[in-house]
């Protein structure tokens, strides 16, 4: 595309070297731009937090903030401890019932962190917009729909957020039912179901996508929105 830019604005006379430094410009170019849509606006999430839920929604996003900075350089599996103890004890559990009176709501992190509560997929997609936001890439993430079973109880709906280590290789867990992350083979009381992130959408253990998430998803695609309106 770059380069039929460049023929149709008149290129063709230029020496191959001019040819080539132009479009290294333009390319360069075309990469700030993308990364400046691209780029949160934190700034942004922060003062909604104040508008609409006040000061100690505020102040979870600062402390969320500064978890982010401090952690950006450290090795994956610290990423992944740090921020599964940062929801699991800043935030409350509670259903959708008891913060939203809906009976299934997909909250973004800032309505999330707001409100102070929220249930797994609220602390899963949490966790996940935060570990992106630390620098890890969306290829390793993935929000998992599990049945989650414990002792002669029924199994439930449940969701959790696995890091793919690569593509192919056990997940680790990322959990509000437990503070510790663990690998796939060590939560035998978990099943899944399928899995996605903004990519793809996985069924059981496939390692291949199956579909669009966005178009089979319909609340997935909804809080893609609502976060990119807050910011992220």
């Not at 959708?96 to 809906?102: N, S």
């Not at 935060?130 to 049945?147: D, F, K, P």
């Not at 992350?181 to 059981?204: E, H, I, K, Q, Y």
Request: with cysteine; net charge neutral.
């Amino acid at each position: 595309m770059i380069v039929l830019f460049a023929r149709r604005i008149g290129l063709r006379c230029l020496h191959d070297w001019s040819r080539n430094v132009f479009l290294l410009l333009l390319l360069g170019l075309s990469l700030l731009v993308i990364r400046s849509i691209a780029a949160p606006d934190l700034d942004k999430t922060q003062a909604l937090a104040q508008q609409r839920y006040g000061a100690q929604a505020a102040a979870n996003i600062v402390a969320w903030r500064k978890l982010i900075e401090e952690v950006r350089d450290l090795p994956d599996q610290d990423k992944l401890n740090k921020v599964n103890t940062f929801f699991n004890r800043r935030v409350l559990y509670q259903t959708d019932i008891q913060v939203w009176q809906q009976e299934d709501y997909w909250a973004t992190p800032l309505e999330f962190m707001g409100r102070g509560a929220g249930d797994c997929e609220d602390f899963s997609i949490a966790k996940y917009m935060t570990l992106q936001l630390m620098g890890i890439s969306n290829e390793h993430l993935r929000l998992s729909y599990v049945r989650y079973k414990v002792g002669a109880t029924p199994p439930i709906a449940h969701m959790v957020l696995g890091y793919y280590p690569e593509p192919t290789s056990e997940p680790l867990i990322l959990d509000n039912m437990i503070s510790s992350v663990r690998p796939a083979s060590m939560r035998t009381d978990l099943t899944p179901v399928f899995s996605f992130n903004s990519d793809g959408l996985w069924v059981g253990g496939a390692t291949a996508s199956s579909a669009d998430p966005t178009a089979r998803l319909s609340r997935w695609r909804d809080v893609l929105d609502r976060m990119r309106q807050d910011g992220l």
